[in-house]
């Protein structure tokens, strides 16, 4: 998943002069994939920024160990450790390979990826007075997602950022950085 980010002006116009005078930027798009995967992961290290992303439900939160949002694996090959760049002569492009990437990003309202017939295998339920029911095999529909996923933006250039890259800018085109 990638997301487009509109580039200040100010910053645009650093780096159409910098692509005149250089030609090939790829040294200091990879500076500035940096800056932005870096930040990207701090967005995952304190559960979103500017705004604090919504808590995980209590359901969520009993099904898993750890009240990490987006953190299950940490970065041992979940969404925060696939988070990667890939500069060009002209861009950077920052992104992941998750397939659940932009569910993550921009949510998703319960069902509206439809629903799916789930093979219940008999079982025995443990009933809220301590009581114990057997519960037979069977199929049923179940909605996907089965409950809503709040919107929980990470693939953000947070404003401090921009002026970071500009620096970044500034330092190539000056000589100081490779």
């Known amino acids: 998943m990638v997301i487009n980010v509109e580039i200040k002006d100010s910053i ?4 159409e002069s910098i692509e005149r005078k250089m030609g090939d930027l790829t040294p200091v798009m990879r500076i500035i994939g940096e800056i932005v995967r870096t930040s990207i992961i701090r967005n995952f290290e304190v ?42 002569r002209d861009r950077v492009v920052v992104g992941t390979n998750k397939v659940y990437a932009a569910i993550h990003q921009f949510g ?7 629903t799916v017939v789930a093979h219940v295998r008999e ?4 009933l809220a007075s301590d009581k114990k029911v057997k519960v037979k095999e069977h ?15 990470y693939l953000m250039v947070q404003d ?19």
């Not at 645009?12 to 780096?15: C, E, G, Y």
């Not at 808590?55 to 090959?77: D, E, H, N, W, Y």
């Not at 998703?108 to 439809?114: D, L, V």
């Open 12 to 15: 645009k116009h650093i780096i």
């Open 47 to 88: 559960g979103g920024r500017p705004t604090k992303w919504k808590p995980l439900s209590p359901v969520t939160l009993a099904m898993r160990k750890g009240t990490k949002i987006l953190m299950v694996q940490g970065f041992a090959g979940g969404l925060a450790g696939s988070i990667h760049y890939t500069p060009y």
């Open 108 to 114: 998703a309202k319960k069902g509206s990826f439809g």
């Open 123 to 126: 079982h025995i339920r443990k």
């Open 139 to 153: 199929t049923r529909r179940v909605n996907v997602p089965w409950g809503d996923i709040p919107a929980r933006p």
């Open 160 to 178: 401090e950022d921009w002026e970071e890259i500009k620096d970044a800018l500034t330092d190539f085109l000056m000589g100081r950085a490779q």
